[in-house]
């Protein structure tokens, strides 16, 4: 059978890359379809509203992210996954069908919910598949899956100028859900054996209330520093994915049709060369220095600092696209290593609750400076919100590199 092969954990990291690719594909593409949808949808006609619109789907997937995680940790990972790739790409299917700006915010909404699904289990399924020293590498490679998808998005007011955007809703939607019952064939379940052990002795699964290990993990001192550790850089993370197309318009002075795939696919690119060179630095790194993954990390954070302004401050295309590879690179290592750090301080069977947790606050904190950034557009210059994004990286960096100490490269 295909589960009983030895490159199976390398086949699961290629299924879920594909279901990474459609998550951020499905939630991307609407970034770089407002001039198309606002001759037919006026609200979209106002930035602050297309910043809603955005911001709507942030909420909602991080409010829900630690229960997300926390299901994960007690049910069925693999059709979790597929449930939620499902859904999500039946709402994308339908949002071709919306004809007012009151319809996209519920559909956004029900988006967010089906998303948050995926991210905690897909990580948790890939690092218990992954406990070796490939933990960083299958990590990176999956996040790869992210910024194609990123990439592909920003294909969508492309594709939108041939056809319409409605019909581009359609097509990425039913692609989605063919995937899905593809994935419900080759994709298999997988506990540690300290936790499937456990699980036997006691009858059941999981055994710890939900409040029992979020009492837990808020209890660790060190958990709450990986949490602000996550959140800080995912303020210009979601900012480069909601509005980086519009600053790299505004900056250049390009057609969205044609800025959309060259800012998005300038992330994607770099973000993939960074995921690779960080999961394997950090991999390598950590045979010789516990704190490699952290050390590895902290490297690519410190590349999104001079990005950040560079982007903001800039206004020529050199300077503008050198400082979104530069920014990606950082970012994909930075990503790359986030549940291996986790790894080494949080147990395996607490790996989808955390991760769930740190999920919200990235995504609080992404749905915060998506709607602060549309307020600003508006308003002022959206590329001096970018710049001061890089102290509040530079920040947590710091702590990062004060405060993380690990003594494991896989708690149990």
């Not at 039946?90 to 996209?104: E, I, K, P, R, S």
């Not at 949490?227 to 519009?246: E, H, I, N």
């Not at 590895?296 to 696209?321: K, Y």
């Not at 549309?374 to 702590?399: E, H, M, N, P």
Request: overall charge positive; charged content about 10%; proline content about 3%.
């Amino acid at each position: 059978m295909l589960k009983n092969r030895k490159s199976y954990p390398w086949i699961v990291v290629g299924l879920l890359w594909v279901v990474a690719l459609l998550n951020y594909m499905d939630r991307q593409m609407l970034s770089t379809m407002q001039e198309a949808m606002q001759a037919d949808i006026a609200e979209l006609e106002l930035a602050v509203n297309f910043g809603r619109l955005m911001a709507i789907f942030l909420w909602i997937y991080g409010l829900l992210s630690p229960m997300a995680g926390a299901i994960a940790d007690r049910i069925s990972r693999k059709w979790l996954i597929i449930a939620s790739l499902f859904v999500w790409s039946l709402v994308t299917f339908l949002m071709g069908y919306a004809d007012n700006f009151n319809q996209l915010m519920v559909l956004r909404a029900f988006m967010g919910v089906s998303e948050a699904l995926y991210i905690p289990a897909g990580l948790s399924l890939i690092a218990d598949y992954h406990t070796g020293k490939s933990k960083s590498l299958a990590v990176g490679i999956h996040m790869t899956g992210l910024y194609m998808g990123q990439a592909v998005g920003g294909f969508g007011a492309t594709v939108a100028a041939a056809y319409s955007w409605q019909s581009t809703f359609h097509w990425f939607g039913v692609v989605g859900m063919a995937y899905a019952a593809l994935l419900a064939l080759l994709l298999h379940e997988k506990r540690p054996e300290t936790v499937r052990v456990k699980a036997e002795a006691t009858g059941a699964k999981s055994r710890e209330s939900i409040l029992k290990s979020f009492g837990m993990l808020f209890t660790n001192v060190v958990f709450w520093v990986i949490l602000f550790y996550f959140a800080a850089p995912s303020l210009p993370g979601w900012a480069t994915k909601s509005w980086l197309p519009t600053l790299f318009a505004q900056t250049l002075h390009i057609p969205m049709s044609q800025v959309g795939p060259i800012s998005t696919i300038t992330i994607a690119i770099s973000s993939f060369v960074g995921v690779i060179f960080g999961g394997i630095l950090s991999d390598r790194w950590v045979k010789r220095n516990i704190k490699g993954r952290v050390y590895t990390g902290a490297i690519g954070l410190g590349l999104t600092v001079p990005a950040l302004i560079l982007l903001g401050l800039e206004s020529n295309m050199v300077s503008v696209v050198g400082a979104g590879l530069c920014f990606g690179i950082g970012y994909g290592m930075f990503d790359a290593n986030n549940m291996p750090i986790l790894c080494q301080f949080v147990p395996a069977k607490q790996r989808a609750t955390a991760y769930g947790l740190m999920n919200m606050t990235g995504v609080f904190a992404g749905a915060f400076i998506t709607k602060v950034l549309g307020q600003w557009t508006d308003r002022d210059s959206l590329g001096s919100g970018f710049a001061y994004l890089a102290i509040v990286v530079f920040i947590a960096l710091c702590l990062q590199l004060l405060v993380l100490r690990p003594k494991t490269d896989n708690m149990e």
